[in-house]
């Protein structure tokens, strides 16, 4: 059976590359898929349906278009892994987090111990909360090929 797994969060690491790879060396049959991330892209994603004067407008046409690509991918996944860097605000996966909780999908946290207060509500919805990907890949490997 191949899972769907949704990457979500923090662009700016290569924890994304980590996951995949080591899923990879296991033998693990799942399928990965993330928003985009290639920052300025993502921020253009409205650009098409007109120029704003307010990167407020902008901004929200971005975020609507984005939402279709991210909302199917998390309605799909069996499992999503929303990843909260150290530095910079993943607001987006803290959106993303709530969004699978709504729709009962199983997600697993990735973060430092620096951030546990903050992240206390999205934690505590939470199926596991990993600090490496090494631990993701652990917990995929013992859900795909434990019998």
Known sequence: MTWNVYLSGEIHTDWRDQIIKGCENKGLDITFSSAVTDHESSDAAGDG??????????????????????????????????RFGDKYKQWNAAFDAGYCAALDKPYITLHSEDIIHPLKEVDASAQAWATTPQQVVDILTYLLLQK
């Open 49 to 82: 349906l007109g120029e704003e004067s307010n990167a407020f407008w902008r901004d929200h046409k971005s975020a609507k278009v984005n939402a279709i690509r991210i909302q199917n991918q998390i309605k799909q996944c069996d499992l999503a892994i929303i």
